[in-house]
């Protein structure tokens, strides 16, 4: 896996990756148990996959040459790691209160964060193009579920809000760290996470079908251990702005593996929505010079 990782470039680590993130809303429909519950027992998984990849287990302090802990390196590796637990946790809480048209769609105003801050931690500066197209990608993202977003309740909007501010502070924390520390702090973001939501799991009984345990583990091998594994390859690569249009291809698939498989077929402005998020990352990525 680690031969097969280092040969992918970071873009196309990228695209992999939201493209197994994207298959999340699929294999939830057919999991019987709590969002909290999955969250907790995927992040689980994920961990368990990760440490056998990586043959080693999480690491909690970064040390320098000097074998000393590097507390600069050790505070950006926790925050990326609690951003992105939060993330997946307030992913989850928002599903049960609004729809979940909703919360993909606030969760991906991440990218208006790292514009905000990303110049200011990371030092990249933003260019003319960038901004284009963080604009024509939230339009875009706008028109694809004008035909499903409804009122929702204000708490669940609130949290799915809050997840695409964690979401987009993780990007930027991933992206200060040094090669292999984004590794990390997936690692502690999972343990994190199967802390929170595995007590759900356990008061629930578990899972007590066949097809539920058949999904649960596809999410926590690919839809979280492989994807965020091709994640941590390609920010160490990307700018935190570029991995964050780059991830629109998450909410751009999520819905079509739904009407491939569950008969669920997009409006008109679903389509036009999807065409622009795609035209936007592709003509970016067509004319990006090479510190992009």
């Known amino acids: 896996m680690k031969k097969i990782l280092s040969k992918i470039d970071g873009v196309w680590a990228l695209a ?68 992105y637990s939060a993330t997946m946790i307030l992913y989850c809480m928002a599903n049960k209160l609004t729809t979940a048209a909703n919360t993909i769609l606030l969760q991906y105003t991440n990218p208006v964060y790292i514009i905000l801050f990303g110049p200011l931690i990371l030092g990249e500066k933003n260019s003319r193009k960038d901004y284009f197209t963080a604009a024509g990608v939230i339009a875009g993202i706008i028109l694809f579920f004008a035909g499903d977003v409804q009122g929702g309740n204000l708490l669940g909007n609130v949290l799915a809000a809050l997840s695409g501010v964690t979401f987009g502070f993780c990007t930027i924390f991933m992206r200060i760290q040094k090669a292999g520390g984004s590794q990390n702090s997936f690692m502690i973001a999972h343990f994190l996470t199967a802390c929170f939501g595995l007590p759900f799991a356990v008061a629930q009984g578990g899972l007590h079908d066949g097809k ?51 008969g669920e077929v997009p409006s008109l402005t679903c389509v036009i929505g999807g065409v622009i998020i795609l035209g936007c990352i592709l003509l970016r990525e067509a004319i990006k010079t090479p510190q992009s």
């Not at 689980?44 to 507390?71: C, E, H, Q, T």
């Not at 702005?241 to 079509?256: K, Y």
């Open 16 to 83: 992999l990756c939201s493209l197994l993130w994207s298959t999340g809303g699929l294999l939830i429909k057919f999991i019987n148990a709590s969002s909290f519950s999955i969250a907790g027992m995927r992040s689980f998984i994920a961990l368990a996959v990760f440490m056998l990849v990586l043959r080693r287990p999480p690491v909690w302090f970064v040390k320098n040459s000097y074998g000393a802990v590097d507390r600069r390196a050790t505070f950006f590796m926790w925050l990326a790691g609690i951003c």
């Open 212 to 262: 539920s345990v058949a999904a649960i583990f596809a999410i926590g091998i690919f839809q979280m251990a492989f994807a965020t594994l091709l994640y941590s390859k390609g920010i160490a690569r990307v700018k935190a702005l570029s991995a964050s249009i780059i991830s629109m291809i998450e909410p751009l698939m999520n819905p079509v593996w739904v009407m491939i498989f569950a």
